[in-house]
């Protein structure tokens, strides 16, 4: 992978990446496309990461299609599907990661302590190994997003950065590969993730400032739907993600639910109506 990279650098050819860990779907898709758009040859990885898996979590029950993937890869143009093996990636004796003070302290972080360290480890090691140009994350991640936008800034990697946006079932819910965990009669409990984040940004466009009390009204919304049970309901920063008391300005309304066993996550950006 790196001996291709550095004879497609020296080409004068730029590389766009975009990771993932398999059983792709739509997102993933116009990820890619993305990143098509913007570089010359496109590397897809595939590696379902250890690393940022919990005890308990679910690494061994991630869906993996692998021969689907690799069939849609095709049919898009991909240059390149690197899938290393985990001993490849982490091999005997593996001790180095990369851990960020701050921004794992919130949202995700805070249920999933080793998550972000996993993430921004396996990025930093496969951004080395890829050597790309432009890398493409989704929205839909917007603290992943987050946390390697800021590792890049801090360990000068060379690598642009772009987030692209959520893509959803018509029905709303945000694509994810844990979708796939979801029963059909689980369905309409999760979309309790969207119906909140309208709910709440359709308050803050009528004038409603207080974060606490928009919280709660998310938080009853989603606590009616069957099978539901919320890891984080928050309104906050969307720079440092620290939770805010007043929705004055832009903020991050974030939230995770598990519906059954299924955790989901989603986002979106608040902007309050201007007053007159
Ligand atoms: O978003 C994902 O699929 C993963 O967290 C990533 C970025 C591929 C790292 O394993």
Redo the contacts with the bound molecule.
């Keep these: 992978m790196q001996k291709w990279a550095d004879e497609m650098r020296a080409r004068g050819q730029s590389i766009g990446f975009v ?3 398999g059983f792709l779907h739509e997102g993933h898709l116009s990820l890619m496309k993305r990143g098509r758009e913007v570089a010359n040859l496109l590397v897809v ?1 595939i ?1 379902v ?1 250890p690393a ?1 898996f919990g005890p308990g979590e679910d690494f061994e029950d991630y869906p993996r299609a692998l021969e689907k993937d690799l069939a849609l890869l095709e049919d898009l143009g991909a240059d390149v599907v690197f899938t290393p093996k985990e001993e490849e990636v982490y091999p005997e004796g593996y001790e180095t990661y990369v851990r960020q003070e701050n921004l794992p302290n919130h949202l995700c972080g805070l249920s999933r302590p080793v998550f972000f360290t ?2 921004a480890t ?2 930093a090691k496969l951004f080395h190994i890829v050597k790309p140009h432009v890398a493409v ?2 929205e839909k ?1 917007y603290q ?1 997003l987050a946390v390697i936008r800021k590792m890049v800034r801090d360990l000068n990697f060379d690598i642009e950065i772009l987030g692209g946006p959520t893509v959803r079932e018509p029905d709303g819910l945000a694509m994810s590969s844990r979708n796939a965990y979801l029963r059909p009669d689980q369905r309409s409990s999760a979309l309790a993730l969207i119906e909140s984040l309208h709910l709440v940004r359709d308050l803050v466009k009528k004038g409603e400032t207080d974060a606490g009390k928009l919280l709660d009204i998310a938080r009853e919304h989603i606590l009616a739907k069957k099978e539901t049970l919320i890891d984080y309901v928050s309104i906050c920063d969307p720079e440092s993600l620290v939770d805010v008391e007043n929705v004055s300005g832009k903020v991050l309304m974030a939230l995770a639910v598990k519906v059954g066993k299924t955790r989901l996550i989603d986002n979106m950006i608040l902007t309050p109506s201007k007053k007159e």
């Design positions: 990771p993932t860990m990885s590696f990461n940022q996993g993430v396996v990025v994350f989704g991640d992943q």
